[in-house]
């Protein structure tokens, strides 16, 4: 009887997390506007996975495994300010055990390497392109791209990211609404950062941001949205997708009630997540000890909050709005 309980542990535990149930690959997709576009791709797989490094992190993939499955949902991912497209690898890897593709793209002048354009108003107008010509690419392009479903496409996006996919969702922002914001709160993180006061400094002309609305996406997550202010009264009005949210009560970088909690106004019906005890950063993968020690501005939380027992419920959570809300067509 012992022996036939382990093996059925054994068995639970092989259903719950398949040996290579996640393929992996590093595609380029043009942007005919800008520098080409390095972007992370995870999708379901019945190859054998292997482990991968992620930077510092390690997950096990299935490196250019074949693509299982068909009529999948595709999510596109946006990084923060300073990020990369590995930024949200668990996220990803949740989201490609669940059966969906995910494509994340390293924004062109605003990443870990390049920060020529962070901060500024054309770094906010190109990232939402960055991701509507991902979508281009994995539709038309990508080895795997018979395999997508149209339509059923997602948008997630952490920080100025969750900008981005409120832009790219169809809000229209107004960058001289920065101007003000400064004026009257001068010691915000945001208003400190010499790049963004020149910016807002040297604008002239129009100051729209958007319209950029990509139709092709059916739903989006904003966690700890970055310049929500930036949108007028009726600026998110275009916005009639769902929209999941997620808010850290400690951060400082992109202060709730400044930001993520202007959405519960503006956008009543939102899926609202508020975080006990989590600072910005905490919508990152968590770290291990090799990350922590080399990056410890980003690995930091605020005493008492676990960053991987949140990732548990966090994910869990941004796969079945993703579930919900672009399911299968019959």
């Given amino acids: 009887m012992r022996a036939v309980i382990l093996v059925m542990i054994a068995t639970l535990i092989a259903l719950g997390r398949p040996a290579g149930a996640v393929g992996f690959q590093q595609a380029t997709a043009p942007d005919p506007d800008g520098k080409p576009l390095a972007v992370a791709i995870w999708y379901p797989s019945k190859a054998p996975a292997a482990p991968h490094a992620f930077g510092l992190l390690s997950f ?32 990803a890897m949740a989201l490609a055990e669940a059966g969906f593709v995910v494509a994340a793209v390293t924004h062109t002048g605003d990443n870990y390497l390049d920060q020529s354009h962070a901060l500024t108003r054309q770094n906010f107008i190109d990232r939402p392109r960055h991701l509507s010509r991902v979508i281009d690419y994995m539709l038309a392009t990508w080895s795997g791209h018979t395999r997508i479903d149209a339509a059923r496409i997602g948008a997630f996006g952490h920080s100025v990211g969750g900008f981005t996919v409120l832009i790219a969702a169809g809000g229209v922002a107004d960058f001289a ?43 989006v997550v904003a966690a700890a949205p970055a310049e929500v202010y930036e949108f007028p009264p009726g600026g998110l009005a275009g916005v009639t997708i769902p929209v ?87």
């Fill in 177 to 219: 609404r920065a101007r003000q914001f400064c004026n009257q709160h001068p010691d915000a993180w945001i208003c400190q950062q010499g790049r963004y006061v020149q910016s807002i400094r040297a604008s002239g002309g129009p100051t729209n941001i958007g319209p950029a609305r990509d139709r092709r996406i059916k739903a």
């Fill in 60 to 91: 096990d993939v299935a490196e250019n495994g074949p693509i299982a499955g068909t009529h999948l949902p595709l999510v596109v991912i946006s990084h923060g300010t300073g990020g990369s497209n590995t930024g949200h690898v668990d996220t």
């Fill in 244 to 330: 999941q949210v997620w808010s850290a009560d400690q951060d400082t970088i992109t202060p709730p009630k400044w930001d993520a909690d202007l959405l519960r106004t503006a956008l009543p019906a939102i899926e609202f997540h508020a975080v006990p005890g989590a600072s910005h950063l905490a919508f990152l993968a968590p770290c291990n000890d090799a990350l922590a020690h080399a990056a410890p501005d980003v690995c930091y939380d605020p005493p008492g909050f676990d960053r991987a027992a949140f990732h548990r419920d966090f994910n869990r959570a941004v796969v079945e709005f993703f579930r919900t809300r672009l399911p299968p067509r019959r």
